[in-house]
């Protein structure tokens, strides 16, 4: 393209005249010819830091779910957990890992501040960079823009480190950091019904951005991307359309591409105990891992479904796969959604939940008490080879440890669980989770100190 | 999996109790052990269509646009066009491109009937088939369940009719309607940055499902498939997560992945003259395809986006590229978004809105005239083969004659525009667009008659 962009041009009108989500914020009359940035607001960093607060009034803390929503709420990025955890589960998800591709500890650490200022912005609904998106013609703009007038629509980010940033392939410590990897991140065994695709599994960083609006979750992960060139290459993406978790007791239950509720009996926000049993790393838990006290650890795992196969099931073997109704969600035992299903009472040929339903393999009472937080996405990838839709199940959970509450409970069920036969493993990766960013923090700055 | 769906199961608790969705239907108590379907019905057809009208009521015609982007709307699948066109761009895209696998045109004909009736019941927001979801555990359900308990969510299903319904890839006229195939219904030629992928291209049928909830989208695609197994396969689909274009006057501007305001200066709803010059076939338009009177045409192009590179441009650039500022979309020879752009202004050199710029290129000025009315959306399609985001345009526009309207303008913009720098073309197709369906007919009937 020819170089034309310092010529000058005419006065631009006033730039929120036609948009009224700006004029809510009742923000003091733009200069002639002055730019506008996401949000509305006028010029740089200073303006936007004053502004930031009314965004998140109300809804300052992640750990207090609002269950609404409404694209005005908003999550406070920085605090003694990572947001987007036991935040109430979004409606949309743009899911990114990332390969480091600098071999420099400091260009690492300053990516992860980077990184931490543009999520902090961009989970207040600012654009991702301090600058105003339109500041100068001469250079290329510090926020892509397609959220600009967007509200912060939810928006969390949820950093996490994969085993390759402690020791890479070829076995180095390149960044120093690997007598510090916790024991149980370690890449995760093969199961059977594993059928990884090497382009959509690992990675050395990941980055969970959920929000309400896709559009706003894409944004964030595009952004971080742009911010991390030339330090990072992005190894995959997976965008996710539907939440098929509750994470809070306000939010109702979802459904997933089989059709059937999911999340009904998940780890919740409300449930204080068990988010501390089963989610977050304890201080002491790991002592050479101590950076990772207050995180998690992320298992995400990409189940491709069958589904023209499991459409033309009946409805009893659909249910007798799950262990629950489909209307309702209610075991088959009897009750409603959430009463407790009731594995011993038989029915006319065994046990009227089956051994090999779904939630009789993986319920706790069958796995030594284990639970886990699930905050996974349905997807839709267009079509496959065999013109079926690529559709599936984006799974994600966060657990205090991996080995114990996931990999026994998924060997289990890759062995005996009924809707295996509806499902093929495409891509998996486990990520240590760092804790909250306290202020002035970047994520994961225990890690690199 | 084991044979158990004969087996007795325990009384389930009312599947209502837990729904307040359900509630505000006043809906008769259901029967002890009565399961529910999409939409809370109990039992079948009969009462499925008594209920049907309360979703309908405010929202009855696809021409009168809401604008709103709440759950509840509906709009009406039969009337004079069909809907998905004039209606108020929805938020979220579910496409589909189908092959006809079977060479008899009763089966044709009754799944074209099928898909209608499906398509009725879901747009109201009922689940696909005309039986409860959970009426019979020895059946496959008639509705794969994904939806239930999810409103209308304005969906809307279009159909279309690819040049080889007329006449295959030998030649061959499979269901005797060869001779009424629209002269204009042709494979679109081969532009300059096309880099066709046949996997992402062409078809037999188009299904284009828009909604304010991509999990309604999706599931209207899906059961739609699900109903034509045996008689069509998916060939290609396109998830959409964020509208570009603005169908109506009450709608706002959103953006593409550009950054920039897309929609501005569309075909609206409200213009009716317009729509009727550019949209709708006429009678008399095409004397051997006297059935597409009241439809259209819809070109569908899949633009791949170089952001990356894309985001690496001096904002002044990518202006320059457009022909629009990034903030308000307002055009470069000044005013707000919706002045005319003065295309003659001089800069201080060249005009100020560059000639290569594509607002100049695309404009109706530069163009005979001729105008189209956009509903295109932004894509992610996870990671290209550089580590990037596969990210682009999914671009939509229904037109009246694309020999006029759509394919001089393309070629001028593949040979001249600046944008294509930043584009590559991976799948296209061309579809003619039946009208609406009147009371007790299918979608496309008066093609067969
Ligand atoms: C495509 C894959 C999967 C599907 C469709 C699926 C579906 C479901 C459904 C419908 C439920 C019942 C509702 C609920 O309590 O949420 C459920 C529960 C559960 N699932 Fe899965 N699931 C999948 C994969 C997994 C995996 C990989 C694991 C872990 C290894 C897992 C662990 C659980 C657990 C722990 C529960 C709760 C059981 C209870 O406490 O009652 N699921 N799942
Ligand atoms: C990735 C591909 C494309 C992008 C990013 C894009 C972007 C835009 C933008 C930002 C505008 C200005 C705002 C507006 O009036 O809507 C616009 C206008 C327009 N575009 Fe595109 N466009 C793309 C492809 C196309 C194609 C393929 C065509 C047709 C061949 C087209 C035809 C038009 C027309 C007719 C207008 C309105 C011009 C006017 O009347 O002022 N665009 N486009």
């Known amino acids: 393209m020819q170089q034309r962009s310092g010529q000058q041009r005419p006065d631009q009108q006033r730039p929120d005249q036609q948009r009224p989500d700006l004029q809510r914020l009742e923000q003091p009359p733009a200069p002639r010819g002055a730019r506008v940035s996401r949000r509305g607001l006028i010029g740089g960093g200073a303006a936007a830091a004053g502004l930031a607060g009314a965004f998140v009034a109300g809804h300052a803390s992640a750990q207090s779910p609002s269950g609404t929503s409404a694209g005005t709420s908003s999550y406070a990025f920085r605090g003694a957990h990572q947001a987007g955890i036991v935040t109430p589960a979004q409606d949309r998800l743009h ?8 071999g420099s500890r400091a260009q690492l650490v300053a990516l992860l501040r980077a990184w931490t200022d543009a999520a902090e912005r961009m989970t207040r609904g600012l654009p991702a960079g301090g600058g105003a998106v339109e500041g100068a ?6 926020d892509t823009g397609e959220a600009i007038g967007l509200p912060a629509s939810g928006l969390t980010i949820t950093f996490g480190f994969g085993p390759g940033l402690f020791r890479d392939a070829h076995g180095r410590d390149r960044f120093g950091i690997a007598d510090r990897r916790p024991a149980a991140l370690a890449q995760l065994p093969h199961f059977p019904g594993d059928v990884l695709d090497e382009a959509r599994s690992y990675g050395d960083l990941c980055v969970q951005a959920c929000a309400d609006d896709p559009q706003v979750a894409v944004h964030a992960i595009r952004n971080l991307a742009r911010i991390g060139f030339g330090t990072v290459a992005v190894r995959w993406s997976q965008l996710g359309f539907g939440r098929t978790s509750t994470t809070s007791t306000s939010q109702s239950t979802p459904r997933n591409l089989f059709g059937f509720k999911d999340g009904t009996h998940n780890v919740k926000a409300e449930q204080a105990s068990a988010v501390d049993e ?7 838990d790991d002592p050479a891992a101590e950076w990772l006290a207050g995180g998690s650890y992320l298992v995400a795992r990409r189940f491709d479904m069958a589904i023209e196969v499991w459409d033309r099931q009946t409805l009893g073997d659909q249910e007798d ?12 035992s009897g009750g409603g959604e959430f009463t407790r299903p009731d594995f011993t009472m038989a029915g006319s040929h065994g046990p009227v939940i089956p051994e090999d339903a779904h939630v009789s393999v993986v319920h706790p009472d069958h796995n030594g008490g284990a639970r886990m ?11 496959d080879a065999l013109g079926g839709l690529n559709a599936g199940l984006f799974f994600l959970a966060y657990v205090r440890d991996p080995r114990t509450q996931f990999i026994p409970i998924q060997a289990k069920m ?15 990766a486990l ?3 760092p804790p909250g960013a306290g202020a002035g923090e970047h994520v994961g700055q225990a890690l690199f100190t």
Chains 1, 2 share one sequence.
């Open 278 to 284: 089963h989610v977050w790393v304890a201080a002491g």
């Open 137 to 142: 013609p001469d250079l290329p703009p510090d």
């Open 95 to 102: 899911f990114a890992a990332f390969d480091v591709t600098t």
């Open 373 to 383: 937080l699930r905050r996974g996405y349905n997807f839709v990838d267009g079509t």
């Open 431 to 433: 990520f240590a989770v």
């Open 414 to 428: 890759a062995k005996a669980d009924a809707l295996m036969e509806y499902l093929q493993v495409t891509g998996s």
């Open 321 to 332: 796969s799950i262990g629950r109704t489909k209307g309702t969600g209610a075991p088959l």
